[in-house]
T-cell receptor
Framework: QKEVEQNSGPLSVPEGAIASLNCTYS??????FFWYRQYSGKSPELIMF????GDKEDGRFTAQLNKASQYVSLLIRDSQPSDSATYLC???????????FGAGTTVTVRA | EPEVTQTPSHQVTQMGQEVILRCVPI?????FYWYRQILGQKVEFLVS????????KSEIFDDQFSVERPDGSNFTLKIRSTKLEDSAMYFC???????????FGNGTRLTVT
């Protein structure tokens, strides 16, 4: 069974600090990797996507992908209280159109 | 920015009744999806739809479920005979190709009593 695993948290960080979120996946052939943010009762909102090994930066967010280790991470720099949410890691399977989600990591940024 | 729209935002129905959840995907997108999220649980894949047919479906998507693109703009999910355990948030999503990010609608909260 193809799985996406995340630490459930909660992860509590002070305002201005770096929040580091981790995700591992089981399907070695996966090609596309996404981070979504979900506020309580709302729909997933795309934060970052990454397709190649290495780092990808977008504003305060950096995604890191290591396909050999089947590992993808998200760093949130200069964390703000508005970053408090659940962050979902999602991975596209190697042979179908299905996007599989992890259970999410809940982040709380303390003012 | 174009967005995926879903209606209704909340649907309450009695067990055994049929419900239809409606979605209007982003207009130039070709791939359409339904996901659901039971309260407190992970987002689960139900079905993907491309070129007017189902391309993939999960074990959850049994004979009680069906999807349709009736008119080139709407994408619907029908549950024929709802069960209590169908209570969840249902999200429609679309993308312009199979590896692009999915854009999600705001969801329909289905409550089965």
């Amino acid at each position: 069974q193809k799985e996406v695993e995340q630490n459930s948290g909660p992860l509590s960080v002070p305002e201005g600090a770096i929040a580091s979120l981790n995700c591992t996946y089981s399907d070695r052939g996966s090609q596309s990797f996404f981070w979504y943010r979900q506020y309580s009762g709302k729909s997933p909102e795309l934060i970052m996507f990454i397709y190649s090994n290495g780092d990808k930066e977008d504003g305060r967010f950096t995604a890191q992908l290591n396909k050999a280790s089947q590992y993808v991470s998200l760093l949130i720099r200069d964390s703000q209280p508005s970053d408090s949410a659940t962050y979902l890691c999602a991975v596209t399977s190697s042979n179908d159109y299905k996007l599989s989600f992890g259970a999410g990591t809940t982040v709380t940024v303390r003012a | 920015e174009p967005e995926v729209t879903q209606t209704p935002s909340h649907q309450v129905t009695q067990m055994g009744q049929e419900v239809i959840l409606r979605c209007v995907p982003i207009s130039n997108h070709l791939y359409f999806y339904w996901y659901r999220q039971i309260l407190g649980q992970k987002v689960e894949f139900l079905v993907s739809f491309y070129n007017n047919e189902i391309s993939e479906k999960s074990e959850i998507f049994d004979d009680q479920f069906s999807v349709e693109r009736p008119d080139g703009s709407n994408f619907t999910l029908k549950i024929r005979s709802t069960k209590l355990e169908d209570s969840a948030m249902y999200f429609c999503a679309s993308s312009d190709n199979s590896y692009s990010p999915l854009h999600f609608g705001n969801g329909t909260r289905l409550t089965v009593t």
